[in-house]
């Protein structure tokens, strides 16, 4: 299994700032995802993140709004850029990567909790 | 309409009861997933399926490729069990090229002792 770990775990930030989110990874893989989370709803794709290339972004989600870096297999961040309370969610990453069952999973990192005043 | 559909929304059961959460989706898959989410925010795996039938402990979850549905039942449910459950689907030859999950809108299910 994959575990993975996220900082900040939560933040208030002011309008119009920006806050960059660390995921980490404890092995090697292709393809991160980061999710967002916003109150009351479901969670929806942002981008998926693939080592050495652009990330690819959902429709809705744009570079400059939410840019994306993947250095390594291991880790990647997240920047909410020029942020208003309407970014204020929750953004988790997650990876696939193989579960107990000898199939793969899907792994989530503990989520960023970000509110926007 | 939302390309993954759950039902229903909330249930309360008593501690015992045999729980059945129901997904129905609109869209070519890979795969399907049942996860769970606790107050907290975690997000935890509880299955993936691409055809039949899993068992994990009081957890079954089947999937039905053809009508485009799955479910998710509980056995001798217990307070514990309590969180939102959530279906999602891995897209077959999303047309964005990413390959993340799309999600149903969860489940919140609350067991009382």
């Known amino acids: 299994s994959a575990v993975i770990s996220q900082k900040p775990s939560r933040d208030i930030c002011q309008r119009g700032t920006s806050l960059t989110i660390q995921c980490q990874v404890d092995?090697?893989?292709?393809?991160m995802f980061w999710y967002r989370q916003q109150p009351g709803q479901s969670l929806t794709l942002i981008a998926t993140a693939n080592q050495g290339s652009e990330a690819t972004y959902e429709s809705g989600f744009v570079i400059d709004k939410f840019p994306i870096s993947r250095p390594n297999l291991t880790f990647s961040t997240l920047t909410v850029s020029n942020m208003s309370p309407e970014d204020s969610s929750i953004y988790l990453c997650?990876?696939?990567?193989?579960?107990?069952?000898?199939?793969?999973?899907?792994?989530f990192g503990p989520g960023t909790r970000l509110t926007v005043l | 309409k939302n390309e993954v559909e759950q039902s229903p929304q909330n249930l309360t059961a008593q501690e015992g009861e045999f729980i059945t959460i129901n997904c129905s989706y609109s869209?070519?898959?890979?795969?399907l997933h049942w996860l769970q989410q606790h107050p907290g925010g975690g997000i935890v795996s509880l299955f993936m399926l691409s055809s039949g039938k899993k068992k994990h402990g009081r957890l079954i979850a089947t999937i039905n490729i053809q009508e485009k549905h799955s479910s998710l039942h509980i056995t001798a449910s217990h307070p514990r069990d309590s969180a939102v459950y959530i279906c999602?689907?891995?897209?077959?030859?999303?047309?964005?090229?990413?390959?993340?999950?799309?999600f149903g809108k969860g489940t919140h299910l609350i067991i009382q002792p």
């Open positions: 999602a689907v891995s897209r077959r030859g999303g047309g964005g090229g990413a390959d993340g999950l799309t």
């Open positions: 869209v070519g898959i890979s795969a």
């Open positions: 092995s090697q893989v292709t393809m």
């Open positions: 997650s990876v696939e990567g193989p579960g107990g069952g000898g199939y793969n999973e899907q792994f």
